[in-house]
Structure formats: structure tokens, C-alpha cells
């Protein structure tokens, strides 16, 4: 084995592997290496590490409770507006219905009282027309009279007037 | 003289040593190779056997590197 | 070396890269020395310092992309330990980060040219391995006592069978430190001496050279990928072998 030779200018004598001779150099500075190594990492490292992902996980965790919370409150905001707006769709038809039957209401009586009125001035109409067509057809009689008195006066007759009233009345009456 | 046959024999003995690697890559292969088939077969339970994967192809390839070792020794050690 | 001896041809010295030597002077190696591999596990502490401390100082909540990484290697450690272990594992989860983390940042700065790639030494490995093997051994006989070994003794093989069986489970497991170390170390190890044989062949072929150099650059980046999957599996087979000291023996 290559015991001798190992210091020689870095040049290997078979294999540096089973130089038992640097054995106890490797060991001892790799025991060491693994105890600092060690301590690293489960004093500071691990711990840190196992927190922060921790951390993490509560965050993303308590991220989506409250995303959740704010799409309920979305959705409740959501429902909110929708009743309020089939509330105020029915006060509306109800506020237009309301109108509807006081237009209604004005319309039927301002009908009624138009309906009177034209009735009434109908009536009135009807009376004078009476009044008038009674004047002319009297006006009609006593100018058939005069006139009938006349022509029998005139054909030398001598008119009684009763009778001469009587014969125009039945004409008249035809 | 001496010096020289065995100088002869331990390369000779050297490059048969490496023949033991090619049973090593022979097992990896075989390995790989039935991992693969398995794992086309049923995907779904392939990813959670990689470890399985890794550590049959570490065994298999171990004794591939013993002949390896012996072969360095001979060269380097003897 | 062989070449030398003889002056022939190639001058190619794969194994110089991992020779041990004092950082000062040219001394003798001994135990407290400081050495290239003091140096580069201190680097690789102070690469565990930067990546998992310094990148996570500010504790965002949205991360950075230093802590992003830091957050990932946490997470793929703290999951392989639960799943391959068990919830009982979880307190074991330090030392396996430990253990993965040396591994992947030695390995992964191995790769750098001109370094010095501790985990490519069977003394690191076997210490590493050893450590598994003792934690294992040590846990399951606290944890379920004699019972430990009723791992041996597999109940689901007929009777005639288990004395059998008993026997290469005991071996296979006092083989396991042996393998779980050597598979590390001779994978860095391999991929390193390779990577060096091919510069060398670069170093003498003129302008065909080009090819080892294409060759190079192609199994380093296989290099990088073996220094992932080694720490990868060097830390599942921890979190494998855990279990049995750990969780319910048999499944």
C-alpha cells in the first residue's frame, strides 16, 4: 500500500481512496462537518423553514375563509338588491294601479257629470225645440186660419170662423 | 520478468473485472425497463413508485460498482 | 502508478484528483490537519448556511427564489422521510436532512473543475453509512427491544425455511453499511476517474481532441445527473432502512 509516497507533490500512488493513513483526517473533519451541518439546520434552518411554510399555509387558508366570506356577503348583497327590486316593482304596479283607479275614478265621474250635463242640456234643447215646433205649428194654425178665412171671404162666402178653425185643425192634423 | 506477468495479470484481470458491469446495466435495464411496462399499464399508480424505481435501480446498480471497485483495486491497489 | 513506472505513452492520472493533502505546507497528514477536504466541507457548510439559512432571513410568506429552493429541498426531504418512514419517522427528519444535504452539495460541488469531492472517499462514505447503520440498529432495539429482531425471523415463509432465511437477512443486513457506502463512493468516484481519463486522451490527440472534449461535456452532464440520484438514493435508503427501526417491520 501507498503509505510512503502521499505527500509527493499531489501525485496519487494507487488509489488515495485506501490510503488508510488520511483516514483519520477525513473522519475526524467529516464528523465535524456533519455536527455544524446539524446544528444548522435543526437550530435555525428547519425550524424557520417548518414555520414559514406553516405561516403560508395558514395564510392561503385564512385567504380563502375570507374570499368565501366575501362571496357570501357578494351573494347576500346580491339578494338584497333583487328584493329590493321586486319590492319596488310591486309598489310600482301597486302606485300605478292606485293611479290607474283614480284616473278611473276622475274619468268616471267627470263622465257621469259630462253625461248629466249633456243630458240635461239635451233635455233643455228638447223642451225649446218643443216650444218652438208648439210656436210654429200654432203660427202654422192661425196662418192657415187667417189665410182660409181669407180665401173663403175672397171666393164670396162668408166664413164661420169656427168652422174654418175646426177644418184647417183637421187638415193640420193630416 | 516476474514484475511483468504480473503486470500482465492484473490488467487482464482488470478488464475482466469490468464485465461484472454489464450485468449491472443488464439489472438496471431490466428495472427500467418492467417500471416502464408497469407504469404504461396502470399511469395512475406509476408516480407514486419512483422511490421503489430508484431504490430497485440503486441495489441492481451496487453490485455493478463492486466489480468496478475491483477492477480500480487491481489497477491501482495490488 | 502503472504508466509512470514504465514511462509508457498516456501520462493519464486519474487518481491524482483525489489524493489528500495539507492545504498548508507539505506536513504529514495527521488527524487535526487542516486538509482539501477541510476545506471543501467547509464550503459545503457554508453552501448549506447560504442555501437554507441566508436565502430563508426574510421568512416571506410570498418566497424569493432563493427560499423557493430552501422551501424545496424542505418539503422533498420532510416528504420522502414521511412517506417512506412514517409519521414516526418525522423525528428523525434533521438527521436525514443533514445526511442528504452533505451528500448533494458535496457531490454537486465536486463537480466544480479542480475541486476535491469529499464523498468520493470510502472514508467518508463508510462514516456516513456506519452512522446509518448505528442509528438503525440503536433505534430499533430502544424503540422495540428484543423485538427488533423479529426482522429476521420472516413469519410469512414456512417454518422449515426461516432458520434459512434468518440467516441471509442477517447477512444482508450487516452487508447493507458496506453497499449503502461503496455505491456512493464508487459512483463519484467512477464518473470523476472517467471524466479525468477522457481529458487526458484530450490532452494528446491534437485537433481530434474534440472528441474527448464532446465526450466530456456529455458525461458531465450524466455526472450531474448521478450526483443527484446518489444523494437522492443514499437518502431514501437511510429513510428505507429507518423504517425497519422505526415503523412497522413488515407491511
Known amino acids: ?174 | 520478468m516476474e514484475g511483468e506477468l504480473a503486470l500482465l495479470g492484473k490488467y487482464i484481470g482488470a478488464g475482466l473485472a469490468t464485465i461484472g458491469l454489464g450485468g449491472a446495466g443488464i439489472g438496471v435495464g431490466h428495472v427500467a425497463g418492467n417500471f416502464l411496462a408497469g407504469a404504461l399499464r396502470n399511469p395512475s399508480a406509476a408516480a407514486g413508485q419512483t422511490a421503489t424505481l430508484f431504490v430497485g435501480i440503486a441495489f441492481a446498480e451496487a453490485l455493478g460498482i463492486f466489480s468496478f471497485l475491483i477492477a480500480l483495486l487491481l489497477m491501482f491497489a495490488v | 502508478m502503472a504508466t509512470e513506472e514504465h514511462g509508457s505513452g498516456l501520462q493519464i492520472h486519474p487518481m491524482d484528483q483525489f489524493v489528500v493533502k495539507p492545504l498548508f505546507g507539505d506536513g504529514p497528514v495527521e488527524w487535526y490537519t487542516p486538509t482539501n477536504v477541510t476545506l471543501w466541507m467547509g464550503i459545503a457548510i457554508l453552501a448549506v448556511v447560504a442555501l437554507l439559512v441566508l436565502s430563508t432571513r426574510r421568512r416571506a410568506i410570498v418566497p424569493s427564489r432563493g427560499q423557493s429552493v430552501a422551501e424545496l429541498f424542505y418539503g422533498f426531504i420532510h416528504k420522502m422521510v414521511e412517506d417512506v418512514t412514517g409519521h414516526e419517522g418525522l423525528k428523525y427528519f434533521p438527521y436525514v436532512m443533514t445526511l442528504f444535504m452533505f451528500v448533494f452539495l458535496s457531490n454537486m460541488l465536486g463537480l466544480i473543475p479542480m475541486s476535491f469531492t469529499t464523498t468520493s472517499h470510502i472514508a467518508v462514505t463508510a462514516v456516513l453509512a456506519l452512522l446509518v447503520f448505528l442509528t438503525v440498529t440503536l433505534v430499533g432495539f430502544y424503540r422495540k427491544g428484543i423485538g427488533f429482531l423479529a426482522m429476521f425471523w420472516v413469519s410469512s415463509a414456512p417454518l422449515a425455511l426461516r432458520p434459512v432465511l434468518a440467516l441471509i437477512e442477517l447477512i444482508s443486513y450487516f452487508v447493507r453499511p458496506v453497499s449503502h457506502s461503496i455505491r456512493l463512493g464508487g459512483n463519484l468516484m467512477a464518473g470523476h476517474a472517467v471524466i479525468k481519463v477522457f481529458a487526458g486522451f484530450a490532452g494528446v490527440m491534437g485537433v481530434a481532441s474534440i472528441v474527448p472534449i464532446a465526450g466530456i461535456a456529455a458525461i458531465y452532464g450524466l455526472e450531474i445527473l448521478v450526483a443527484a440520484v446518489q444523494a437522492y438514493v443514499f437518502t431514501i435508503l437511510t429513510c428505507v432502512y429507518l423504517r425497519d427501526a422505526v415503523g412497522d417491520a413488515h407491511h
Do not use: C, H
Open chain 1, 1 to 174: 500500500m501507498a503509505t510512503e509516497a502521499t505527500a509527493e507533490a499531489g501525485k496519487a500512488v494507487g488509489m488515495p481512496q485506501l490510503d488508510f493513513s488520511t483516514w483519520p483526517n477525513q473522519i475526524f473533519w467529516l464528523l465535524v462537518t456533519l455536527v455544524v451541518i446539524y446544528l444548522v439546520l435543526s437550530k435555525v434552518a428547519l425550524p424557520r423553514i417548518g414555520a414559514v411554510l406553516a405561516d403560508r399555509k395558514s395564510t392561503i387558508t385564512n385567504d380563502l375563509a375570507a374570499a368565501e366570506e366575501l362571496k357570501q356577503k357578494a351573494v347576500a348583497a346580491e339578494k338584497a338588491y333583487n328584493d329590493a327590486l321586486a319590492n319596488a316593482r310591486t309598489e310600482a304596479a301597486k302606485i300605478i294601479a292606485a293611479a290607474k283607479a283614480e284616473i278611473q275614478k276622475d274619468l268616471d265621474a267627470a263622465t257621469a257629470k259630462a253625461d248629466a250635463e249633456i243630458s240635461a242640456k239635451a233635455a233643455e234643447s228638447e223642451k225649446s225645440i218643443a216650444a218652438i215646433r208648439d210656436g210654429a205649428a200654432a203660427a202654422v194654425a192661425e196662418v192657415a186660419r187667417d189665410t182660409a178665412a181669407e180665401l173663403v171671404a175672397a171666393l164670396g162666402g162668408s166664413a164661420d170662423a169656427a168652422a174654418v178653425g175646426a177644418a184647417v185643425t183637421e187638415r193640420l192634423k193630416g
